[in-house]
């Protein structure tokens, strides 16, 4: 698929920057998005970009240069730096930002992000940095900005999105792309994500994601979303339904005539799919003595 070419840096709206973190790459895409907000002196950064030890392509001399430059034309530091989520192509450049001797950061900046658990969270370099974790709905405000903090999980245990209320802007993180579909780790709490943003109690108006370009019609994405995964689902049960199956022979089913470089990830979606029917009673295992593990509709179904 040929990504759309974005910006260094886009100035998305009165209250929204976007900065491109520099990290292009099979997961990054054009590289990760990360969005400066506000109007005052102290404004936010949400995410942070890579650690050139995980993605030796991250050019984080040049990312720190393009920041410091819009910084610097608009008068402004970094005060808070909210996080979507620990992967690294997220959280990996937060020790670079608040150390560049550009002095990108305010003197007490805050770093936030929800817990994933505690191992996980120590594992982070800059865990001893955080200022507090996030919590679900809080308010978090800037200067000419207000944004509510949501609990969206599904693509990663600790992940937050961010609804910025005087646009109608929702910040998706890795829940919502721009362009290509999302990483799932937990389908049940993806979908359930899904729909917080479908009940959100004030209208999405655009999305800005994790990675890839403005999304123009959020509430539509966000229902695009919600179908594309709901049509997945049911087409694996309409193949249970005729016979057991093992999920080499759902993915042959299912994503018929797929390049062969696609089928891993394709395998892993129809294992967060089983997942998810087996949480929910609809789908079980065959017999655990029988390799490969076939799935079938759970006898309580029939
Ligand atoms: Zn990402």
Redesign the pocket.
Known sequence: MNLTALENVSVLSSRVIRILAQNPGV??LQG?NTYLIGTGANRILIDSGDHPNVNPAANIEKYHQLLNEKLTSVNCKIDTLLLTHW?S??TGGVEGIIKSSLGLVSHNVNIRKFRCGKAEDERLPFHNSYTSHLVDREVIETEGATLRVLYTPGHATDHASFYLEEDGILFT??CILGETSALVENLTDYMKTLNIYKTLDKPVKKIFP??GPVVENGAAKVEEYIQHRMKRENQILECLKKEPMSTDELLASVYAGLNDKLKPLALKNIDVHLEKLIDENIVEVLSRTEQPLKYKIADCRL
């Open positions: 997961g990054p990760t992967h192509d997220h993180g890795d994790g990675h």
